[in-house]
């Protein structure tokens, strides 16, 4: 009886797994023709200086307009176009997109664009980083690359010779999501970042983990000790912002200065923050 009753399970468990596989599946399929279809679209977040609020420069956050499901976030799908390798052309799209926008705004402000791992060790980043520069007029160094701690765990020359290809090229290169890995401070040393951008988690649990604090702390004696630009980001309350400029960090990022909305051709940078709010979450 037990063991009837296990093998029910397993088929309804393996009954659960292939659906989950077709879903990945057909999701995988969409996002191929979703460049395409023009279903992508960038939406752009303020990066300020602390004290003033001013905008410094914008980070291209992707979204997908899906036909079905409506506007997702690169958290569902970023995953899926990895796997499939889909995550090579739309981030050439990406940066296409993202270096002509930047090159039509007021002001010479940066812009800067997520690269995922399977676009570091690829052979194609620094062609395409190169061509969106070439098309769009933008100077290189206003451009920057945001490269998440954990892409980097592996100790690899691809990476490293692709890293710096592309600061060769005048692109700048940001260590995103400082202190999520294990290897934070090596990978400050051992590749060539000029910024860093210590990770949500530790703003968000500032109030009740002592540890965030000490986080933050060290990770700005850091950033200053290797002459790193640093960036806090996440702020979402006048609290986290509050105490925080007093520990004076380069640059500020969260939803309490702007949410990502869209600035197109057309949008001057002295209106952004204030069109198309996308709710936060
Ligand atoms: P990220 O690079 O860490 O980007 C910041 C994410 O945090 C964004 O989510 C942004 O909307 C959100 N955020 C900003 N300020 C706040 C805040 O104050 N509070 C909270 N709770 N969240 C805040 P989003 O746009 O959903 O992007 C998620 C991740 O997807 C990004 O994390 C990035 O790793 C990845 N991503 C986004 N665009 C691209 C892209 O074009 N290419 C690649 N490869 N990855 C991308
Ligand atoms: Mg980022
Ligand atoms: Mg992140």
């Known amino acids: 009886r037990a063991k009837s009753l296990g093998k029910a399970r397993t088929c309804a468990f393996d ?8 879903t990945r599946r057909r999701l ?8 395409e279809a023009g279903e992508l679209f960038l939406l752009y977040q303020p990066i300020v200086e602390p004290v003033s609020g001013n905008p410094l420069g914008y980070e291209a956050l992707l ?22 390798g889909s995550i090579v052309e739309i981030g050439r799209w990406v940066l296409e997109e ?14 800067a664009v997520n690269v995922s791992a399977r676009q570091l060790s690829g052979a194609d980043l620094v062609d395409h980083v190169t061509t969106a520069l070439k098309t769009s007029g933008l100077p290189a160094d206003r451009l920057e690359l945001e490269v998440t701690e ?15 290809a592309l600061t060769r090229i005048g692109a700048k290169l940001v260590m995103d999501d400082y202190g999520s890995g294990y ?8 590749y060539p970042f000029t910024k860093m951008k210590i990770d949500r988690g530790y703003v968000a649990t500032l109030e009740d983990d002592p540890v965030a604090e000490v986080v933050i702390d060290s990770a700005l004696a850091l950033g200053k000790s290797l002459g790193i630009t640093v960036v806090i980001k996440g702020i979402e309350t006048e609290n986290q912002r509050s105490r925080l400029t007093e520990k004076a960090p380069d640059q500020m990022q969260g939803f309490l200065f702007g ?16 069109r198309d709010p996308e709710v936060p979450r």
Do not use: K
């Not at 954990?150 to 710096?164: G, K, Q, V, Y």
């Open 183 to 190: 290897s934070s401070i090596s990978n400050l040393r051992r």
């Open 98 to 111: 993202a270096c002509r926008h930047a090159a039509s705004w007021d002001h010479p402000l940066f812009v």
């Open 63 to 84: 979204r997908w307009r899906h036909p079905t499901y409506g506007t997702l976030s690169p958290v569902v799908f970023i995953e899926a176009a990895e796997e499939s």
């Open 150 to 164: 954990t892409s980097l765990l592996a100790d690899r020359t691809d990476i490293a010779r692709c890293l710096e």
């Open 15 to 22: 009954r659960f797994l292939d659906q989950q596989q077709r």
């Open 28 to 35: 995988e399929e969409e996002l191929r023709g979703a460049v």
């Open 259 to 274: 949410t990502p909305v869209a600035m197109g051709r057309q949008t001057s940078s002295s209106q952004a923050g204030r």
